[in-house]
Nanobody, 119 residues
Framework: QVQLVESGGGLVQPGGSLRLSCAASGSIAGFRVYNMGWYRQAPGKQRELVASSTRGGIINYADSVKGRFTISRDNAKDMVYLQMNSLKPEDTAVYYC???????????WGQGTQVTVSS
């Protein structure tokens, strides 16, 4: 079973940048078989997909972050990253890392990391 641990959150001013990291451990099947995603949940709102990177190399972004956020993964290190630039107050949320194997029902979540964009 994979465990996910996010890091890199914090307080940043509007227009600033942060890089979130998600470390996976305990994988039996190998990190590369997982589709990886970053989600976020703001207070009073539903959790939403921010960016995803499939095991086949397909990358998708929410419209609200296109051109500002970049997801990347290092299968050799069992890591996935989210580079966030030009941050806006509306990006404030808890950010979660997710790993899933399509068609199996396996979906694993990290504990989340808080991102606050405020002056």
């Amino acid at each position: 079973q994979v465990q996910l641990v996010e890091s890199g959150g914090g307080l940043v001013q509007p227009g600033g940048s942060l890089r979130l990291s998600c470390a996976a451990s305990g994988s039996i099947a190998g990190f590369r078989v997982y589709n990886m995603g970053w989600y976020r949940q703001a207070p009073g709102k539903q959790r939403e997909l921010v960016a995803s990177s499939t095991r086949g190399g397909i990358i998708n972004y929410a419209d609200s972050v296109k051109g500002r956020f970049t997801i990347s993964r290092d299968n050799a290190k069992d890591m996935v990253y989210l580079q966030m630039n030009s941050l806006k107050p509306e990006d404030t949320a808890v950010y979660y890392c997710n790993a899933e194997i399509p068609g199996t029902g396996i979906s694993i979540w990290g504990q989340g990391t808080q991102v606050t964009v405020s002056s």
